[in-house]
Structures are given as C-alpha cells and as structure tokens.
C-alpha cells in the first residue's frame, strides 16, 4: 500500500486481487445450474485492473491489457493501458 494524505492506496496485489474475488462472485451469482468453470466465458464486467474483464471459451481472459494508474512525485495521477 501506499500511503497519501492519511490514507492508503491499493497496490498492484490489491487491486488483482480484488479482480479476482470480484469474478469469482460474479460468476457465482450468474452460475445458476451451470459449473464456474462453464460461467466465465459468458462473463462481460468493468474490472479495477482492466476496462473490461472478458473470457475466452478456454477461461482464459479475452484481452491481456492492463490499466494502470501512478503517481508523480507532485500528487499527479497518471494512467495508461499496457
């Protein structure tokens, strides 16, 4: 974590993470009688990590891009899609 003004960002781990539990739960609830394994390729949602989290037919994600946010030394708020 990194800490600003009496508060803590997220890291790079964090914000993974919570991709991953946030797909997890989504796919959960869209499961209905279907596997989780068989859920994820019909799973479309805007992650904190990526502008869009999406799976192929393998479970493997649909588009590998990365949006990622940096501070500068002057508190300025830099992003880019890698």
């Not at 946030?22 to 009688?33: N, R, V």
């Not at 946010?69 to 708020?77: C, D, E």
């Amino acid at each position: 974590m990194v800490c600003v003004a009496m508060y803590s960002r997220p890291d790079d781990r964090a914000i993974l993470s919570y991709d991953a539990m946030e797909t997890l739960i989504t796919a959960y609830d869209a499961s209905g009688a279907q596997s989780l394994q068989q859920t994820l390729s019909s799973l479309s949602f805007k992650g904190a990590s990526r502008e869009l989290i999406r799976f192929t037919s393998t479970n493997e994600l649909n588009d590998q891009k990365l949006f990622m946010l940096s501070v500068t030394q002057q508190q300025q708020i830099n992003f880019t899609v890698v």
